[in-house]
């Protein structure tokens, strides 16, 4: 049986009518990722055997096998966020979604590759070497989940769990052809996320079937005590849309621009005719502080990693380098245990905090990031959500950007703003480029108007079959 060909609810409804066992349905994800995974490096670490979960849940993701990519803890296990520094590094405790997922009884496969502690857009700065594209081995699965998105295109595993800072999550999906979630913001706790910038940080689903999407972030969501940023949501209901007849689809003008390519442009305009001939309004809205996404983001999430990695100074935990000094243990365990990329990003955010640029860089980008944030407030009145491209480009070559940052962080323009206000935004396959490369769309809502945006993809996946799609060498 092709399991890896099956959504997590069909393997789930299976099991449960003990057509599959526990332990058939992990040996044979499992050996799929020592079949595969040697050309893909998407997981980092995998396990013999699942790690404990509640047998007897009656979850609809009962039983699914899932990879977590290696910046969420795993109790007993080493998290890595993918850098030198943390090598070695064991949870003593499970986060907040982990404990959430083996309540419900999924059975955890193994930790996916990423971007060192999630800064990039391509998986190619870990610690652990780059990811390759399934769709493409030559190329990029996109970051900072490039492992958790490659393990859902390759069939590896049904679902993942990724996190998503500026577009992590969205524009991986994007480039392997599968659906990913960033959540609204405080819909999932972040307890026992390794934190890249606590103000934007958010742990979200990837699958191929949007319902897994669905059923995984019903899973993982609501209050948590341990987290003050977390709120209690009601759970969202089973797909419902039947009928998207009156739906007020906003298009931004903004994400229409020069360096989109031709291929994602007409992909992403075929896909928005597919709605308006079933029914749904196609309204052209502005977002006019677009332009200032990529900048503010920069300034604040580097701020935030500045802050957040000072931990990691070789005295607690994880890597220590030998020296005859404190200062100097400090000196030399960052200076080896930091990738290229971290310690730009640190740079970056320790200049727009220092004394004399603060009032300069970081309060302006404060106030640069609440128009963007009225910007959405006053389309929303207009519309009932928005589709845009997920990324300008479908997947580029590895290497191709690693030398020019700039090229890299533009990557993220059309995911970045959506980051920015906090709001829910759901990257959807909607077919191919003339290279066969993936192109993701993405659909943003309103706060907590996760359903809304379920049912639409709901209804396009029913009446199409790009998300079916497997890359053929994994078929």
């Not at 083996?102 to 870990?126: H, R, W």
């Not at 996404?293 to 070789?314: C, K, P, T």
Request: charged share 20%; proline share 5%.
């Amino acid at each position: 049986m092709d399991l890896h060909k099956l959504s997590g609810w069909e393997i789930a409804g299976k099991i449960k009518a003990k057509k599959l066992s526990f332990e058939e349905v992990f040996d044979y994800f499992h050996n799929r990722i020592i079949k595969f995974n040697p050309q893909l490096n998407a997981v980092v670490r995998w396990f013999d055997k699942p790690l404990e979960f509640n047998r007897n849940s009656d979850s609809p993701l009962a039983g699914v096998p899932i990879v977590i990519k290696d910046n969420i803890c795993l109790k007993g296990k080493e998290t890595t966020c993918a850098s030198r520094i943390l090598k070695g590094f064991v949870s003593p405790y499970d986060s907040t979604v982990v404990q959430k997922l083996k309540n419900a009884g999924l059975q955890i496969l193994g930790a996916a590759n990423m971007d060192e502690f999630a800064f990039g857009s391509s998986c190619e700065t870990s610690c652990y070497g780059p990811v390759k594209n399934p769709w493409d081995k030559t190329r990029v699965p996109g970051g900072s989940s490039g492992g958790s998105a490659a393990v859902v295109s390759a069939g590896l595993s049904p679902v993942s769990l990724g996190s998503d800072t500026g577009g992590s999550i969205r524009q991986p999906a994007s480039f392997c052809g599968v659906c990913g979630l960033k959540p609204t913001y405080g819909k999932v706790s972040r307890y026992g996320l390794i934190a890249f910038g606590s103000s934007f940080d958010q742990i979200g689903p990837f699958s191929r079937d949007i319902q897994d999407c669905l059923y995984l972030l019903n899973i993982i969501s609501g209050k948590d005590p341990k987290d003050s940023t977390s709120v209690q949501a009601e759970p969202l209901k089973n797909l419902s849309v039947q009928d998207i007849s009156g739906l007020c689809i906003g298009v931004p003008k903004e994400y229409f621009i020069e360096g989109l390519s031709e291929d994602v442009d007409k992909t992403i305009r075929q896909a928005l005719s597919f709605f308006k001939n079933n029914g749904a309004v196609i309204k052209e809205i502005s977002l006019p502080s677009t332009e200032y996404s990529v900048a503010v983001y920069y300034i604040l999430a580097s701020s935030e990693a500045s802050s957040n990695l000072s931990r990691f100074d070789g005295i607690k935990y994880g890597h220590r380098e030998k020296a005859e000094s404190l200062s100097e243990v400090y000196f030399k365990t960052r200076a080896k245990g930091f990738g290229r990329e971290a310690k730009r990003r640190i740079m970056l955010g320790t200049f727009s905090l220092s004394s004399g640029y603060y009032e300069a860089y970081y309060l302006k980008a404060l106030k640069a990031r609440q128009l963007i944030k009225e910007d959405f407030k006053a389309a929303f009145k207009k519309c009932d959500l928005m589709i845009t491209p997920t990324s300008p480009t479908a997947a580029f070559k590895i290497g191709e950007k690693l030398d020019n940052p700039l090229s890299m962080y533009l990557s993220d323009i059309f995911t970045i703003s959506a980051s920015l206000a906090g709001l829910p935004a759901l990257s959807v396959p909607c077919g191919f480029t003339s290279q066969g490369l993936p192109v993701g769309m993405q659909i943003i809502g309103n706060y907590f108007q996760e359903e809304m945006l379920f049912n639409l993809a709901g209804f396009y996946q029913k009446n199409t079959d790009w998300h079916k799609k497997i890359p053929q060498e994994y078929e």
